[in-house]
């Protein structure tokens, strides 16, 4: 009973509402579908730069991210002096979705300076400035940095293809670190979670080395838990699966390696 006269409710603010606004509360209510399929009735009509806005949000909200992406770059170009809380959030979207790399980086230079962008966003601007060789990626880690833990500052540098240094750093770093808790986090997919015990190391690397991962992000998951253990040899064959996934990731570990054996 409660639940029809919810809707009752619901159907009464909606018809009360502006389209653009009966879209935002059918977002707002997680009904993504319904709130995507008026956006593109009322776009249909006519152009609307709220119905934009909120077809992009319901648009990566179901994981559809190239359409999210083109609602974000339409927007961009229809209304580029806005200048609120949805034209952040569309800079936002073309960050870190925009398959244009330059585009990309555009609009996490203009959340930089804002101070808007965030550890997933200053993240990916990283990667992008590292891509693009742009100087301003050195200005960017210093900001970055401190928001990482070590396990994610390591794979950031690597995924960026940062200078060796830097990364046989991180990765020094992030091996000597230890979550309280003893649990040990899969730096990769952060799927992979093991609990640590000094008495029982022997079956994890038993485990590990019953794997046969086809995955080679596995691998080298699998390959970065044995060098915690200190079981070497067997680190640098799991390494050698996932070759292929990181040449220099592998051959960065290699020399990693190199200096504790």
Not at 197 to 219: F, G, H, K, Y
């Amino acid at each position: 009973m409660r639940k029809i006269i919810l809707s009752i409710l619901l159907l009464l603010f909606l018809f009360s509402c502006s389209e653009s606004d009966e879209i935002e509360v059918l977002y707002r209510s997680g009904d993504y579908e319904a709130a995507l399929e008026r956006s593109n009735e009322l776009l249909g009509n006519q152009l609307s730069e709220n119905a934009l806005y909120w077809k992009m949000l319901s648009s990566w909200a179901l994981s559809m991210n190239d359409d999210a992406s083109d609602a974000a770059s339409l927007y961009l170009l229809l209304y580029p002096e806005e200048d609120d809380s949805h034209h952040l959030m569309v800079l936002r979207a073309v960050l870190l979705l925009d398959n244009n790399k330059a585009k990309a980086i555009e609009a996490g230079k203009e959340l930089y300076s804002a101070s808007l962008l965030g550890k997933a966003g200053a993240s990916r601007l990283y990667k992008l400035l590292c891509e693009a060789e742009d100087p301003m990626a050195d200005e960017l880690y210093s900001y970055v940095r401190p928001l990482l833990t070590s396990t994610e500052n390591a794979y950031l540098l690597i995924d960026s293809e940062a200078s060796s240094e830097m990364i046989i750093l991180a990765l020094e770093a992030m091996y000597e670190d230890r979550v309280e808790d003893e649990l040990y986090a899969d730096a990769l997919n952060e799927a992979l979670f093991l609990f640590m015990d000094r008495n029982e190391e022997d079956m994890i690397v038993s485990l590990a080395l019953s794997t046969a991962p086809e995955d080679p992000e596995l691998s080298i998951t699998i390959g970065d838990l044995l060098y915690s253990l200190g079981d070497y040899r067997n680190a640098a064959e799991y390494w050698a699966k996932g070759r292929e996934k990181s040449p220099e990731g592998y051959r960065i570990r290699m020399r990693l390696l190199g200096s504790v054996i």
